[in-house]
T-cell receptor
Framework: RKEVEQDPGPFNVPEGATVAFNCTYS??????FFWYRQDCRKEPKLLMS???SGNEDGRFTAQLNRASQYISLLIRDSKLSDSATYLC????????????????FGGGTRLMVKP | EAGVTQFPSHSVIEKGQTVTLRCDPI?????LYWYRRVMGKEIKFLLH????????ESGMPNNRFLAERTGGTYSTLKVQPAELEDSGVYFC?????????????FGSGTRLTVV
């Protein structure tokens, strides 16, 4: 079983649509959760962190369910520029003396927003 | 502020040859990470430096891979001899000490093709 599982998609949606992505993670000890965005042939870039209480950043809303080990990302009013691969990312092991932890990536969900 | 710089951006080599990838982290970032994405798979952790010391190299696939970070500045990742399955995109990331994964910045990657 993969440590972080995502539906690879693609999700094809029209402009203005609302779309939701989900992911599940296997390590119940994980403490930090993120959504990254990766454009074609580019590096991953942090979209937003995910907090237990849920958090919103403009059109983007992230939710975390620790009991179910489930993370979601909701994008409202999709734009053409939202077309990308969205990576669900969870922190790996921790070290007592250094917070520089490894990240565990899901395979990504591809979103294509059409005019 | 300059970002994480990786060189070369692309490399095509024959099986059995040696390739050296270079990463220049953001100035002052003591944490330096190597990740890679092979075709069809998720991005996976290779290793983590804190300054010049290897903190975690549990993701290194085998002893054909050698990473160094002399002087705690730039890092190199050498693959010798290269095999076909080493083809993929190698990402470097850096973060300040104490911010760990919250301060991650990725480089644009080196696309390695072994033929």
């Amino acid at each position: 079983r993969k440590e972080v599982e995502q539906d690879p998609g693609p999700f094809n949606v029209p402009e203005g649509a609302t779309v939701a992505f989900n992911c599940t993670y296997s390590n119940s000890a994980s403490q930090s959760f993120f959504w990254y965005r990766q454009d074609c042939r580019k590096e991953p870039k942090l979209l937003m962190s995910v907090y237990s209480s849920g958090n919103e950043d403009g059109r983007f809303t992230a939710q975390l369910n620790r009991a179910s080990q489930y993370i979601s990302l909701l994008i409202r009013d999709s734009k053409l520029s939202d077309s990308a691969t969205y990576l669900c990312v969870v922190n790996g092991r921790t070290y007592r003396d250094n917070a520089g932890n490894m990240l565990t990536f899901g395979g990504g969900t591809r979103l294509m927003v059409k005019p | 502020e300059a970002g994480v710089t990786q060189f070369p951006s692309h490399s095509v080599i024959e099986k059995g040859q040696t390739v050296t990838l270079r990463c220049d982290p953001i100035s002052g970032h003591d944490n330096l990470y190597w990740y890679r994405r092979v075709m069809g798979k998720e991005i996976k952790f290779l290793l983590h430096f804190v300054k010049e010391s290897k903190q975690d190299e549990s993701g290194m696939p085998n002893n054909r891979f050698l990473a160094e970070r002399t002087g705690g500045t730039y890092s190199t990742l050498k693959v010798q001899p290269a095999e076909l399955e080493d083809s993929g995109v190698y990402f470097c990331a850096s973060s300040p000490l104490g911010q760990g994964f919250y301060g991650y910045t990725f480089g644009s990657g080196t696309r390695l093709t072994v033929v």
